[in-house]
Each structure stands twice: as C-alpha cells, then as structure tokens.
C-alpha cells in the first residue's frame, strides 16, 4: 500500500522494531518424577530464574490412587520436603514441566496431568538419560508419559532441560 | 529466547566466523547443474557463506568454484573468456584453470614459472543428480561425497528447485522444523495443492488440529514427531527428520513424491531455500514434473530469467486480502514456498531472538539450537566433527505411519526411518 509509512522489513528497517519487554514472567513449576530427575532438579534450582519453582513427586510414589482418604492435594513437595498442595501450585503455573529419567514408570505423571487437565495448564514432559537405557526401558517411561502431555522430548543430555527453560523464559 | 551472543553465533557464516567454520566442513549444494548446462559455457557468479566465488565448467567438463576475483588487478573474472581449458580474464590475459591454479601470464615469459606462483582460492564441485555440491572446509577434513536419497536416485524419480530467500538462513531453517505452523499458515492448501491432496493422512490432519509432539535425538540430528488420533486408540505419525545443521525431509503423503529442503547460507541477509521431490521406486510423472515446474508443491514461480520467486518482498508476495478474508489461504499468500518465505523474510533479515516468546511446542527449534551450539562447542574446543557429515547420517528417510498408542516411535518405524534405496517409502 502506497499509503503505508513503512515497507516489508530491510536491513536498515529492522532498527525500528520498538525495543521493550513484550511479555511478563511466566511461571514455570518443573517436577522431578524419580530420584534421578530430582537430582538434575535440584542442581537446576541453584541458578537464577524468573518465575520458575522446583518440585519433587518422589514422596507420593507407590501412593495409592483413588480410594479411602485420597486427595489430589499431596502429590508434591518442594525441595526441602515440606507437602505442597499440587492444585495449588498448578493453579499459578502457566506451564508445568515434569522431568523423567528413562527405565522409570512414574505413576505420579497422571495425577499431575489430571490436576494441570482441570485447570488447562499446559504440560511439557523430558524424558532423561535415554543414552543409558534400553529401548524397552524407554518405551516404558515413554508410555506412563505420553497419554499426559502435548510435547514430550527425550534429551540425551541433561544440559537440555536447562537450556530449555532458558528459551523459555522461565 | 536466545541470547545475543547465542543469536550470533548461529547466524553468522562469513569465513571467520565460529559456526561459518562448522557449516564448511558440510558438503552443500552450491548450483543447479542446469546453471553449467554445457562445457565452455558462461560462468556463473555464487556467493556462499559471505564469499564471493565463481563457478565455471570447461573445455573438458570440469567443473570449477573459484575465487571471482582476478589475482592480477582484481578484476571479476565473470567477463573472464572460458576456452581452451580455462578461464581467461579478459583485462590482461591471466588464465586459470578448475582449481584456480594460474596457467598462463602472457605478460612473463613462459619459460620464468611465474603463473606457478598465483593461485586463486577454489572448491570442490562435484555433480551428483541434477545438483553441483561443495565442500569449503579444510582440505584434509574432507567427508566422502553426500549421500541424500534425492540425490542418489534415477534422474526420472527427482525434480529439484532453489529459490532465493532474503533472510538468513537460521529462520528459513526454523520455518522447516517448526511443525506446529502447518495447521495454520498451509491450513488452506492441503485438500487443493495436486502434490498434496488425496492422501489418506490428510484426513487425519484435518480433523486433528491439536497435535502432540515428540522431539527425539538421533545421532545426526533430530526427529520431530506430530502424533494425531486415528482409527482405534491408534496414532497417526508424522515424523521429520532433522540432519544437522540445514537438511530436513517433510513426511510423505500417499505415494505423492517425498520431498524436504536444505538452506544454504549466501550471506548473513540470504540464503538459498533448497526444495528437492523424488519418488524411491517410480519415475515423476508428466503431471507431477508439470506441477513442480509450475511452481506448485513446495516449489514457485520466478521473475523471468532468475531464481528470485516472483511473489516477493518488492510486491508483498502479491498478497491478496479477499483470499485471506475468504479462509481460501490462511495468510492470503498463495503457495507452500512463499506463504513461508513472505513471513520469515517479514522478521527482518537476522531475526531477532531475544525477543521472542517460545512456547513448549517450539522445543524442536530449541533443541535444533542447542544440537547446534552443543556440536559448536567441541568443534571449537577439540576439533570434532560435527554430526550430518558422516554420509552415514544421510541414509534416514521421513516417514508417515499409524502405530499402536505406547510404541516408541523410533522403534516402531526404526525401518521406515532408515533410508533404503529403490525400496517404497512407508506413507499413509
Ligand atoms: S503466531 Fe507465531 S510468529 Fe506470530
Ligand atoms: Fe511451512
């Protein structure tokens, strides 16, 4: 359009794209699903981040789904062990990343899911250490993942997670 | 987001640049052989990772990517007379032959060997299908010749094409991974293009818009899995395969030709957008071959006498505002080629990366990045290959494919995944 005061983008245009922060922090909680993921975890929760918070599920595996005293509440812990209420914390998040380590069958995948289903929270699932385990193995963590999340990456590398959430703001 | 630092790294290949260093231990297409149709035929100016170069053929057939610049003066040896075995420059008479080497002095007795002296730059070029390949990379670090399926099938089974994108080529390979765009911005030419319709996958597509995705490592790259619902509690597959650092093949609808990309750097500001469509067991046919000149596909017109597609950033890619209004083209450009390059030539011509906003299912761009930067690394540090330069990693094929729910997708098309020359392709 003739009328228009800019054209398609040049070299010379591309300096006045207006400079300025065009999104605020996002939160991201990420959740180690098994000992191994926890201690990547828990490495990663050392550095510095925006809004991101780090969890654990460990406490709550092999806990019994459904039946007498469930609750959807417990489920999560933060790094120093103290419960935290998973509805809660998925509730705040705009993102939920659970981290997995290859050969491990994490039951508390589908609780997570279900509460971040609820509240439409998007969910993002790693699967670690692939390099090391069998495909049997990884089919294995691949399936107790997959029917829960939207993307789902299996990194050879843990340095992954944290570029991740680097790209991501988190 | 990328950082700054991170955003340059990736984007920039001139010949002292970290990564410009690594993209040159890659085998590229460098020109289409048609450019060079016969022996002493004009020769042809080329400009890859911000060096500009001459491409000739000769009196004997051989082909030859030279330094354009004339030792002498400096004149372009695109005036340069191509007889007799070489390239004559046409100010002062210096000959050089394929590999750059002076020939001939006219000005110094032949007898003093000083045309011995002067040697221009040069590069292999190698002929492999209907593509002119070279390797820019330290001599003593040269792979054995590329071995893409496209490249390697009868001339009849493979139609290629190249256009020029004015961006660099970090954003025009992103546009090739980024599998969450296709329900949008290609959303209108599925059902019509004649080399996408009718295939049964389509259906799927169409009536699945919110794919899953799965990003797995593979040791030249990636696969980037899009997974819909099909028929059953079964999942309908997409897989692409991502060969570092600037190759990927699009998965195959029916037993239309398969067909994928490469970009190659020119400068920081352009590239060359690759489109190559080959079928594994069957010659093209009229229609097909008909359809890819025309531009349909993945391929696209040209201003006459140029490789510069005709719908480009000087006319808006010949937008049209009723189209878009009418949902008949989601962006309201026409055509796979340039509904992509009017978007990734609109971010500017080096993206800018840290200011974007990336979500969870951009983690194929992310993880593209940090193959890249990863390999970036140990080249610099201790000098390792990266990976797609073994030939090795060249023998993968995309593949579309309906599996059981909890099946690792690199198990269950570990096959199909694999390339197998004059085998049918595994598509739904
Ligand atoms: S919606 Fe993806 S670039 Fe605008
Ligand atoms: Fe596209």
Known sequence: ?170 | MLRKEQNDLLTQTGPATPFGQMFRCYWVPALLAEELPENECPPVRVKLFSERLLAFRDTDGKYGLIDEFCAHRGVSLWFGRNEESGLRCPYHGWKYDVTGQCIDVPSEAAESGFCKKIKLTSYPLVKIGPVLWTYMGPPDKQPPLPEWEFSLVPPEQCFISKRLQESNWLQAMEGGIDSSHVSFLHRGDLGSDPLFKGAKGNKYNLSDMKPHFEVVEQPGGLYIGARRNAENGNYYWRITPWVMPNFTMIPPRGDHPMHGHFWVPIDDHNCWAWTYDFHPTRALTKDERAAMQAGQGLHCKYVAGSYRPLANKDNDYLMDRAAQKAGKTYSGIAGFAIQDSSLQESMGPVCDRTKENLVSTDNGIIMARHRMLRALKTFTDKGTLPPGVDPEHHKIRSVSIVLPPDQAFKDGARDALTRKLGKAQTTV
Do not use: H
């Open chain 1, 1 to 170: 359009m003739l009328s228009e005061s800019a054209r398609m983008t040049t070299a010379e245009e591309a300096r006045y794209r207006i400079d300025y922060p065009n999104s605020k922090p996002r939160a991201t909680k990420v959740i180690a699903l098994d000992p191994a993921s926890e201690a990547v975890v828990k490495r990663l929760a050392q550095g510095q981040w925006q809004q991101a918070s780090f969890f654990t599920s460990l406490k709550f595996d092999g806990a019994p789904r459904g039946g007498e005293g469930w609750t959807m509440k417990a489920w999560l812990s933060d790094l120093a062990g103290r419960t935290k209420d998973l509805i809660d914390e998925v509730t705040s998040a705009d993102l939920v990343v659970m981290v997995a380590s290859a050969g491990t069958k994490p039951d508390a995948a589908g609780v997570i899911a279900e509460a971040c289903g609820t509240r439409k929270v998007m969910t993002t699932a790693l699967i670690i250490g692939s390099e090391a385990s069998s495909d049997e193995e990884l089919s294995k963590t691949l399936a107790s993942l997959r029917p829960y999340t939207s993307m789902l990456v299996i990194a050879s590398n843990d340095d992954y997670i944290e570029e991740m959430l680097v790209a991501l703001r988190a």
